[in-house]
């Protein structure tokens, strides 16, 4: 099985974030990738689309966020993207009853690093706004008219996830 037939088109996703993000003068071009977001509408959807994904990845980590389960997961190999992007790590939040979303990809997470601040004062005009998820993250975000978002962070959520205390597990 291929992990499109898990995910859908990520390269038809991450194309049109690409493109919407040039076309309101935000340049990624030479950024990593830090992860895809993928929502699911259900609980049950959540923990099929979990295990079918954990096939593969080489590590995870399932733990509690925002009163839910979101899990983590390292993938074996990345998916190779346009311009030569990849991205290795899909973050899946399993659903909250407060918020229905469509499921599907949701959001991309681009690592800016230190100079994040710079960034968000440059762009304050386009940024839809800044999410503050605790002291470790707090990803600047621009989210289009098609509801999918663009996220920017310091750091890789790979990293965020260790400086939260916590633990990937081999898959």
Known sequence: MKIERIIG???GFFSDLLY????VGIN?????????????TTTPEYEALRDQLKFFCSEFVETQFNGRAVSVLVLNEPLVLEDDFLV???ELPA??????????LESTGVVIGKKLPEFINRYKEILTGVKDHG???QPAFIT???DKTAKFYDI??????????WKFEIC
């Open 9 to 11: 088109d990520y390269q």
């Open 20 to 23: 919407r993000q040039k076309k």
């Open 28 to 40: 990624i071009t030479g950024m990593p990738m830090s992860h895809f977001l993928y929502r699911t």
């Open 88 to 90: 290795s790590v899909i």
């Open 95 to 104: 659903p909250r009853p407060v918020h229905m979303y469509p499921s599907g």
């Open 135 to 137: 002291q470790h993250c």
């Open 144 to 146: 289009f008219d098609n």
């Open 156 to 165: 890789p959520l790979t990293e965020i996830v260790v400086l939260q205390g």
